[in-house]
């Protein structure tokens, strides 16, 4: 049987690292496309020669001609620019909404049976362009957010409750950004309920209550401190487990940006929710009951969304 075949559109800080995690997991060969001439092919080579230390056989390819993506079975986009001082975020929707044009016709164009994982901020907005540039299926196309939100928020559990984060679960349901919305009530370490260690006396509502504002503003935290970048290594490695659910079928239970046909009272938009990966893409979107708090937040998240997305008709008219 041949190896599987991974597309790494963007072969920046998260594509690189994407690149190192397929490659030491040994998910597949992997192209690294970038419009940057040298980046791909350096960092593919970079890691070529760590394959005989850490003894992984995948082949690794950089590239700046979409034509290698050919027959990917998945295509990773990191593609895009960040947003710098003087940038308003409608022009970083312009110029990201432009990547996502290009990326999509060469993904359609090369790859059109590959499971697509947009990463790309603003995510909500990014993903739902790449499907309309793409045309691909709706269950083929995700975004990246809600598994690494939900990490963010799993790892501070986990220190506050002195546990292993592998006992810790959580969701993070909503858009990518300040208006995601940790449930705290479906968060449990090794299935109990965060309310009901609450009144344990495990911790109170007032930590738990900063966590969930600690993880909203989790991307910022990291910007802070890095000052030149954001986050990369959970970025990657929560694409990488979206990656590995379909590549596997799996049928993990993630949350991710899905595509919302009517399920959650939301038509035609991209919202995170959790959802089940397997080798059909999207198997299924799990429609969670939410309590009135958790609803209302989620409405003003499905909001913030929608502004987005009349932000992106209004630059780029062919959507
Ligand atoms: O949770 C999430 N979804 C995110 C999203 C968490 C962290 C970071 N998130 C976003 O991912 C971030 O705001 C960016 O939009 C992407 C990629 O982040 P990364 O840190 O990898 O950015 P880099 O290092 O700037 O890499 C982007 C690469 C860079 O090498 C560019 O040359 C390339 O994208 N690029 C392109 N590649 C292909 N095609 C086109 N048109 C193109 N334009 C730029």
């Given at each position: 049987m041949a190896r599987k075949k991974i597309?790494?559109?963007?072969?920046?800080?998260?594509?690189?690292?994407?690149?190192?995690?397929a490659a030491?997991?040994e998910l597949g060969d992997v192209?690294?496309?970038?419009?940057?001439?040298?980046?791909?092919?350096?960092?593919?080579?970079?890691?070529?020669?760590?394959?005989?230390?850490?003894?992984y056989d995948v082949a690794?390819?950089?590239?700046?001609?979409?034509?290698?993506?050919?027959g990917a079975d998945?295509?990773?986009?990191?593609?895009?620019?960040?947003?710098?001082?003087?940038?308003?975020?409608?022009?970083?929707?312009?110029?990201?909404?432009?990547?996502?044009?290009?990326?999509?016709?060469?993904?359609?164009?090369?790859?059109?049976?590959?499971?697509?994982?947009?990463?790309?901020?603003?995510?909500?907005?990014?993903?739902?362009?790449?499907?309309?540039?793409?045309?691909?299926?709706?269950?083929?196309?995700?975004?990246?957010?809600?598994?690494?939100?939900?990490?963010?928020?799993?790892?501070?559990?986990?220190?506050?409750?002195?546990?292993?984060?592998?006992?810790?679960?959580?969701?993070?349901?909503?858009?990518?950004?300040?208006?995601?919305?940790?449930?705290?009530?479906?968060?449990?370490?090794?299935?109990?309920?965060?309310?009901?260690?609450?009144?344990?006396?495990?911790?109170?509502?007032?930590?738990?209550?900063?966590?969930?504002?600690?993880?909203?503003?989790?991307?910022?935290?990291?910007?802070?401190?890095?000052?030149?970048?954001?986050?990369?290594?959970?970025?990657?490695?929560?694409?990488?487990?979206?990656?590995?659910?379909?590549l596997?079928?799996?049928?993990?239970?993630?949350?991710?940006?899905?595509?919302?046909?009517?399920?959650?009272?939301?038509?035609?938009?991209?919202?995170?929710?959790?959802?089940?990966?397997?080798?059909?893409?999207?198997?299924?979107?799990?429609?969670?009951?939410?309590?009135?708090?958790?609803?209302?937040?989620?409405?003003?998240?499905?909001?913030?969304?929608?502004?987005?997305?009349?932000?992106?008709?209004?630059?780029?008219?062919?959507?």
């Amino acid at each position: 049987m041949a190896r599987k075949k991974i597309a790494l559109i963007g072969a920046g800080m998260i594509g690189g690292t994407l690149a190192h995690l397929a490659a030491i997991k040994e998910l597949g060969d992997v192209v690294l496309f970038d419009v940057v001439e040298g980046v791909p092919q350096g960092k593919a080579l970079d890691l070529s020669q760590s394959g005989p230390v850490e003894g992984y056989d995948v082949a690794l390819k950089g590239t700046n001609d979409y034509a290698d993506i050919a027959g990917a079975d998945v295509c990773i986009v990191t593609a895009g620019v960040a947003r710098k001082p003087g940038m308003s975020r409608d022009d970083l929707l312009g110029i990201n909404l432009k990547v996502m044009k290009s990326v999509g016709e060469g993904i359609a164009a090369n790859a059109p049976d590959a499971f697509v994982i947009c990463v790309t901020n603003p995510l909500d907005a990014m993903v739902w362009a790449l499907r309309e540039f793409s045309g691909l299926p709706h269950n083929k196309v995700v975004g990246m957010a809600g598994v690494l939100d939900s990490a963010r928020f799993r790892h501070f559990l986990a220190e506050e409750f002195k546990v292993a984060m592998a006992d810790v679960t959580a969701f993070v349901l909503g858009g990518h950004g300040d208006t995601m919305v940790p449930v705290v009530e479906y968060s449990t370490v090794a299935g109990i309920p965060v309310p009901d260690l609450i009144a344990m006396g495990w911790s109170t509502k007032e930590r738990i209550d900063e966590i969930v504002k600690r993880t909203r503003g989790g991307g910022g935290e990291i910007v802070a401190l890095l000052k030149t970048g954001s986050a990369y290594y959970a970025p990657a490695t929560s694409a990488i487990e979206m990656a590995e659910a379909y590549l596997k079928d799996k049928k993990r239970v993630l949350p991710c940006a899905a595509y919302l046909d009517g399920e959650y009272g939301v038509d035609g938009l991209y919202v995170g929710v959790p959802i089940v990966i397997g080798a059909g893409g999207v198997e299924r979107i799990v429609e969670i009951k939410l309590n009135d708090e958790a609803k209302a937040n989620f409405q003003v998240s499905v909001d913030a969304v929608k502004e987005l997305l009349v932000a992106c008709k209004g630059i780029e008219p062919s959507l």
